[in-house]
Nanobody, 121 residues
């Protein structure tokens, strides 16, 4: 079994910052891409940022220049530093990872349960 656990969400004022973390645990052989997605009420889940195992990041246009994704491969953890937050960033943030489970072949995508980020004054 492999699970992802997010942390770091909360309430922040417009213009503020938050740092999300997501740690993968369990019978992990290796992890390819990791990423952050978000879902606002009544909307679909959208990609925010992804990062390869080599550390190359990819961002949604709406967060470029404000958010930074990074990972610590030794800890199987991905981070999302969010700066200059505004009300449109309010959503549940989910992390995911393409994981190869130990003693199996191929990769499967695992999702965390999500963490709420609310930007409000």
């Amino acid at each position: 079994q492999v699970q992802l656990v997010e942390s770091g969400g909360g309430l922040v004022q417009p213009g503020g910052s938050l740092r999300l973390s997501c740690a993968a645990s369990g019978s992990i052989s290796s992890i390819n891409d990791m990423g952050w997605y978000r879902q606002a009420p009544g909307k679909e889940r959208d990609m925010v940022a992804t990062v390869t195992s080599g550390g190359n990041g990819n961002y949604a246009d709406s967060v470029k220049g404000r958010f930074t994704i990074s990972r610590d491969n030794a800890k199987n953890t991905v981070y999302l530093q969010m700066n200059s937050l505004n009300s449109e960033d309010t959503a549940v943030y989910y992390c995911n990872a393409d994981v190869r489970v130990r003693y199996t072949f191929g990769f499967k995508t695992i999702w965390g349960r999500g963490t709420q980020v609310t930007v409000s004054s």
